[in-house]
C-alpha cells in the first residue's frame, strides 16, 4: 500500500511540475545553473571512468583471446558493442544516480527541512515548477555526456590495445567498423534519454517529499539513489525487450 502511494504522488508531482509555470526570466537562469551543476560538474568523474573502463574491457578481451584462429579485430569489436550498448548508456547512468541523484535529493530535501519550499508556495511561486522543471530541462543535454562517454570509452579500448601490443592500429579501427548497425546508436541515446528523465524526477520526488530533519536527508539521499538504480535497471531491461528482440 505504502509503494502505490508513493507511485501515486510521483506521478501527481509530475503532473504539478508542468501546472503554473515559473517567470521565462527567471527559469533561464535556474536552467543554466542546473546545467552547470548536473552536467558539467560530472564530466570528470565520466571521463576518468569511461576511459579506464573502456581501457579493461579491452584488456580483458585480449588476454582472453586464446584461440588463433579468432581475429585481433574482435577485440576492438567487443569493445564498442559493450560500451555503445551498456556500458556508457546504463553504467554511467548508475554513477550518476550516486552523484547527481544524491545531489538533487539533498538539495530539495534541505529546502524542504529549512521550510524554504513552504516559503515559496506562500510567495505564490508552483515550488515543483521552479524546483525540478529546470532539473527536467537540464537534465536533456544528458545524451551529450553520454556520447562523451563512449568516445572516451572507445580511446581508452584503442589506446590499451595497441600500447599493449594486442593488436595493431589499423586492425583496430577495422574492428570498430565490423558489423557497425547505426541503429543500435538509436537504441543507446534513446534509453539515455529515458534515464535522464529518471535522473531528474526521482531524486527530487525523495527530496520535495521527504520528513523529518537533517538526519533524515541523508537517508533520503541514500533511499532516493536505491530506487533510482533499481529504476534504470528496469528500464534497461523492458526497453531492450523492445528494442532489440
Known sequence: ???????????????????RMTK????????????????????????????????????????????????????????????????????????????????ITSSIGSMRVTEQIDALEVMGINSLNYL???????????????????????????TAAVMGGFVAPDIFVQGLQ????????????FKTFLFAMILATIPSYHGYYMKGGSLEVGKASTTSFVWTSVVIIITNYIVTQLLLS
Open 1 to 19: 500500500m505504502k509503494y502505490l502511494q508513493s507511485i501515486g504522488e510521483y506521478f501527481l508531482m509530475l503532473k504539478g511540475i508542468f501546472g
Open 24 to 103: 521565462r526570466s527567471v527559469l533561464s537562469n535556474l536552467i543554466f545553473k542546473e546545467i552547470d551543476e548536473l552536467i558539467i560538474g560530472s564530466l570528470g568523474i565520466v571521463a576518468f571512468l569511461s576511459f579506464f573502463i573502456g581501457a579493461v574491457v579491452a584488456l580483458q578481451t585480449a588476454l582472453n583471446l586464446n584461440n588463433p584462429l579468432i581475429p585481433k579485430s574482435l577485440i576492438a569489436f567487443a569493445a564498442r558493442q559493450s560500451i555503445i550498448l551498456e556500458f556508457s548508456p546504463t553504467f554511467i547512468s548508475i554513477i550518476m544516480a550516486g552523484k547527481v541523484g544524491s545531489f
Open 178 to 189: 565490423e558489423d557497425f548497425d547505426a541503429y543500435h546508436l538509436f537504441y543507446a541515446f
Open 132 to 158: 525540478v522543471f529546470p532539473k527536467i530541462i537540464a537534465m536533456l543535454t544528458y545524451p551529450f555526456v553520454i556520447a562523451i562517454s563512449m568516445f572516451l570509452g572507445i580511446l581508452g579500448a584503442y
